[in-house]
């Protein structure tokens, strides 16, 4: 597995992916999910992805070079052409499909599902930030001033804090921090995603960014979030009073009847039942 | 879907259990999830369940009737007999083989995975507390005092604060406020979980417990939990540093160099490559 993430604030775009990739437990390797597309003061572009490798690294050949039908009177549409990021995800998703004609039909015969999704962000001079996430089949859809993350690949570990913090107005580098710590709770708990991550910050209307860094197991900054989150994380939890189970005494009583269920009954011989 | 959560300390268990069931999002339902069984004095035993709600159903019936034959000499097992809780769990894993055997060939038909994940703990006189998680196939595997707890369903989402929390010296009571922090987690990203909440404690040697609640919406100690554990999550992510990202000034820096890996190079131009 791995996970990336990809957030669309007003501020800018903040893009952040690990590098794990498996087949299987015993076969871990480092690929890395990022690419990035800048022309400068024209365009600037980045897809992370996430999937089955052999289809996403194809998908990044093919991308770079993938010409989209306009008919006759129309050059082909490119990702370094296209006049919006709506038309470089259509591109995006033609690229998808263009894997999917050539490997599709044998990974079935494998009994391999054709999985792989992309999250695709940036902006095109004459147009405001966008960003994508593109599915196996090549549709898309766009994140919106109520849904401004993405996630692909091991996403629920690392979901509650971004949906907790993140909102269009988030500074950049808060919102970068977040990602970090949504990342550093998913290295906890899952073995299928591994550092070095690249994470990349773009600030609206630049057209390009050198706001970029891989983060290895040394980086201070992300020390500093490892521990910090940790320890701070269960200095709150120790903070919370723990539940009192005498009623009404304590200021936040657990042990108050609900309107309308009952405690659970309980079985004290074979034929009792709770219904 | 659904989220359950057993725990098993040196003081005693801790059993969460939320209790929505879906087919489908139309089609949302209140279920709860939680057995107790409780001869006092003698043994107490909880079962919590996620997956098929045909099945959890199913097992339960029978899992009260359920008759594992040892033999002519010997009254054959059941839960009520059993002398350890690797016997009870025995006559548990009997009990979804035996729905398997009625409803696993129609289901497959029906293409519908025979699916099913069963927590089940407690304590039989004679013999410490234990605690199980109980397969489709009706195979199991046991806490340790290093894994000392078990979820089934929607299990990612809440698993990094008991990562970091939870250790057999853990007492009872911070266990079930890290239990309903991990389900406050698990509610606020996943629409497929919901109130009410049962949590039932159990402490070593009583075999016997009162403090089972229903948590509701109104609950307030769990209204607390919700809105202190958000903000103060907010607080401590907060007071966490920024990122700064002009290199060595900050006191804990962003980008510096890893040694082993670069940072992602762009691609200007169609023909530019990576690798």
New interface residues.
Partial sequence: MTYCVGIRLDAGLVFLSDSRTNAGLDAISTF?K???????DDRFMVMLSAGNLSISQSVREIL??EKVDRGPHEEPL?I?NATSMFDATRVLGSAVRRVYEQDGASLRAAGIDFNSSMIFGGQIKGEAMRMFLVYSAGNFIEATRETCFFQVG?S??G???L???LTPAT?L??A???A??SMD?TL???LSVGL?L????YREGEFRSD??????E????????RS???Q??????????????DGGQ???????????????????????R?V
């Fill in positions: 890395r990022m690419m990035i597309y800048e022309r400068a770079q070079v490119t370094w091991e629920k570990y979901k509650p804090i949906d907790r913090v500074p580098d808060e970068a921090k977040c970090l710590v709770s906890k708990s899952n070095p690249d994470l990349l910050i706001r970029v860094v891989c983060v290895d040394h980086n201070p900054y992300f020390r500093m979030i910090t989150w940790g701070r994380l269960k200095e709150v939890f120790e903070d919370i009073e723990d539940p009192r189970w304590a200021e936040h009583p657990l042990m108050t009847p609900s309107d309308r269920f009952e405690p659970m009954r309980k079985i004290a011989h074979p034929s009792e709770i």
